[in-house]
Every structure is written in structure tokens, then in C-alpha cells.
């Protein structure tokens, strides 16, 4: 096994495997039909069916998402297979420049050229056909997912690229990419908002040493995406009153609670009701957080154990901090849900854990035998990157869906990492202790 990983040829091999596995896992999802979004965003949506319309659909909401729709059209009409085709492919894609991202990380960290490859081939193979992200590949419309997330790892490679640029002009053109690709992420999908986080904290724990002058120094490109983020929040976010994702069952919803919203003036363009921010009815921004304090929880315990996944779920609302959630009658779900304090006291000590191995890091000593403190940095930038990327949806600002599985497509790799690392450990453990 140590061979294979040591071949000169191994990272083409990893990149034949993971696609050879991704097509493998979806192979049999080429005819599955257009369901919920699907509908009015493709089937009934006849913007995307003239390519005379490319600027239009571009200048309109996750623009460039909407544009790769009218492209499948162009070239395969309706045939759904068309649309797979172009999710997986996306999805390959991804997992490819994860796998990079990673290893190019743990060599910044690490000496250990073969533990680097171990850690970035499992990570991303499990990123590949982990059973969650069925979501986001199979749910045409969720390329908006997916395709912001091609974005999003493709402004931090280039970003890691012009920090090593040898020339001015090189890292003033590579920077220029990653402002460019920022863009059109958020584009793609709002979610991409958060880039310039990842960003500045990539920075901090792998380019910089940890020295903030060092970061300063890059001030131009950070007050750049800095502008951007707030254009993109005022410009986007907050008129659409958020990061919405609704479904057609989920409108249902909106629409019997239209009169109500209508009648206190929370009506959304067009007179519809909001499906995001602080207008929609029936979940106040407080219930919104406490329930997503039981969801983040719900998906870290979904990415251990892949089962009772579902496309709609009926996620009960927490109305106090203190009460059980009341579990609908037929709703099922992977664990019995408690209070949302006991979920706020394990995120707390998750995110606590992460402080923790960073300081531990930063003195040069990792925090347990045999986790050196670079591995420990490690550990930590990956539980930042899972509730960041996660921020814009699992926040206090109400979207009318609670949960969808989607929303963890690139959240998730900082959960393999983290899982890849940890079981590497407990091995070497055994293994010293055998």
C-alpha cells in the first residue's frame, strides 16, 4: 500500500479513481426527473431556453448558474441526462481540486510527503461519495450549490498560487483571479459570501506564519473582497431578506401564510411572502437559532451515520432554549432531539476545541501524544471552515426551510479532514501501543 502512495504517478491515479468512483456511486441518477426547483427554474422557465437572453440571465439572481441551464437547453433540451451529466462533472471537478487543496496544505505543515497524501486522497474520496452530498449532485437545481463551491476551492488555489508567485505582476494577476472568481461564485450561489473568511483565515494559519504583518502586507486584495462583500450583502442579500432556498412543498407553506405577511406589510417582490430574513412568518429570528443549533448537530450526526436522508424534512421548530422540540407525529430522524442548550453547550465545546489546538499550535506543541501542533493547526482551520461556510444559512436570520442536506456539500470537507485525521491518529496510536 505504501507503494502506491509513493508511485510518482499517484496523484493521477487518485484523480482516475475519484472520478472512476463518483461515476460509479451516480451512475444509475442519468434519468432521474426534475423535481421541486427543478420545475421553475428549468422545465417551465423559458428565459433559459433562448440564448439570445445570456445577458439577461446573467444580470438576474445566481446568474451564471442560470446560464450553464440555458447552455444544457441549448445543447439537449429537456433530457435530463444532460443536467446529471454537467452535475457530475462539477462535482468530479470538485472533488479533484479538494484533493489538491489538501495536499498542497498538509505539505505546507507537514514533512511527511506520504501522510499529506494519505490525508488529501481520503479526505476528498469521502467529500466524492459520501451519501450527503446525493443533494447537491442529484437535485439538478442544486448545481447552484455545487458550482458556487467550484468557485470557491478555485479562489483558494489560485489565492494559495499568488501568495508563492516569485513576481509582482504574477501575484497582482493571480489575486485579480481570485477577485474574479469571487464573483462569479457569489453569482453561482450566495454562499460563496463567505470566501473572503476562508480567505483571511487560510492566510493566517498556512501563508503567513501566523503573523498578522504578513497578512497585512496582502491589505489591497482583502479590502478589494472586503468592498465586494458589501456591495454583494447590500446589492443581493439583503433585498432578497437573505439566503433563501425554498422548495416548491416549502412554498406551500409561504403561500398560506401570505395574507398574514401581506397584511403587516412583510411582503417579499411581487407581494409574495418572504422565504428568507426577518419577515418570514412563522419562525422568529431567535426560534430560527436555537432550531439551527439542533441542525448543525443533526448534520454533523448525518455525516457520521448517512441514514433516513431526505430531500424535505419536517424539522421541528425549538420554541425555547430549554424545551424539547415537539418531534411531528411520522417524522423521522436519525436522534431524538434535545433542548437546544445541550446542542449550544457541544457546538460550544467543538468550536472551544478548535481555539484550543490553535493556541496549542501556536506554542509549537501538539495538544495530545502524537498530534503534532501542525496537525493540530490543521484540525482546527477545518472545524472554522465547517461552521463559516455553513454561517450564511445556520444563523439567527430565518429562511423558511430549516435543514436541507445540500447546504453541507462544501461544509462537509472540513468534517472529512477532521475525520480522516483523527482516525490516522487513533491507528498510529494502536500502533504504537501494539
Not at 151 to 170: G, Q
Not at 186 to 214: G, M, Q
Amino acid at each position: 500500500m505504501e507503494r502506491v502512495f509513493q508511485s510518482r504517478w499517484f496523484h493521477l491515479a487518485l484523480v482516475s479513481t475519484l472520478a472512476l468512483a463518483v461515476l460509479a456511486v451516480y451512475s444509475n441518477t442519468f434519468n432521474a426527473s426534475f423535481h421541486f426547483d427543478d420545475g421553475p427554474h428549468i422545465r417551465d422557465n423559458y428565459t433559459i431556453r433562448d440564448m439570445g437572453n445570456a445577458m439577461e440571465i446573467l444580470r438576474g439572481q445566481r446568474g451564471v448558474t442560470m446560464l450553464t441551464f440555458a447552455l444544457n437547453y441549448a445543447f439537449g433540451d429537456l433530457d435530463v441526462a444532460g443536467y446529471h451529466a454537467v452535475n457530475i462533472s462539477i462535482h468530479i471537478i470538485n472533488g479533484v481540486m479538494a484533493y489538491f487543496l489538501l495536499f498542497w496544505t498538509l505539505r505546507r505543515v507537514s514533512e511527511d510527503e506520504l501522510w499529506s497524501k494519505k490525508i488529501a486522497a481520503y479526505s476528498a474520496l469521502l467529500f466524492a461519495v459520501h451519501p450527503v452530498q446525493t443533494q447537491a449532485v442529484t437535485y439538478i437545481v442544486q448545481r447552484m450549490e455545487s458550482l458556487a463551491s467550484l468557485f470557491y476551492l478555485a479562489a483558494l488555489l489560485v489565492f494559495i498560487k499568488a501568495a508563492e508567485a516569485s513576481t509582482t505582476v504574477k501575484r497582482v494577476v493571480l489575486y485579480s483571479c481570485v477577485v474574479l472568481v469571487y464573483i462569479v461564485g457569489f453569482n453561482s450561489k450566495e454562499i460563496a459570501i463567505t470566501l473572503p473568511a476562508i480567505l483571511l483565515l487560510y492566510d493566517f494559519y498556512f501563508l503567513s506564519d501566523r503573523e498578522v504583518k504578513t497578512v497585512a502586507a496582502r491589505w489591497p486584495l482583502y479590502a478589494v473582497l472586503l468592498v465586494l462583500l458589501g456591495y454583494f450583502a447590500v446589492s443581493t442579500v439583503v433585498p432578497l431578506g437573505g439566503f433563501g432556498d425554498v422548495s416548491e412543498e416549502s412554498s406551500g407553506m409561504v403561500a398560506a401564510a401570505a395574507a398574514a405577511a401581506g397584511a403587516a406589510g412583510q411582503t417579499g417582490p411581487g407581494g409574495v411572502a418572504p422565504s428568507a430574513g426577518f419577515a418570514v412568518s412563522g419562525i422568529s429570528p431567535a426560534e430560527y437559532l436555537m432550531t439551527q443549533m439542533n441542525v448543525l448537530v443533526y448534520y454533523i450526526c448525518l455525516l457520521l451515520v448517512p441514514v433516513n436522508q431526505n430531500l424535505d424534512y419536517d424539522f421541528p421548530v425549538s420554541r425555547g432554549l430549554f424545551e424539547v422540540p415537539q418531534v411531528n407525529e411520522g417524522t423521522v430522524l436519525n436522534i431524538p432531539l434535545l433542548p437546544p442548550v445541550v446542542s449550544l453547550v457541544l457546538l460550544l465545546a467543538i468550536i472551544g476545541a478548535a481555539v484550543y489546538l490553535f493556541v496549542r499550535s501556536r506554542r509549537g506543541a501538539g495538544p495530545t501524544a502524537g498530534l503534532p501542533a501542525a496537525q493540530a493547526a490543521v484540525v482546527s482551520f477545518f472545524i472554522f471552515w465547517f461552521f463559516i461556510i455553513l454561517s450564511p444559512t445556520s444563523s439567527f436570520i430565518p429562511i423558511v426551510d430549516v435543514i436541507f442536506e445540500h447546504r453541507l456539500y462544501l461544509a462537509s470537507l472540513g468534517f472529512f479532514v477532521v475525520f480522516a485525521i483523527a482516525v490516522d491518529w487513533v491507528f498510529r496510536y494502536i500502533g504504537t501501543r501494539g
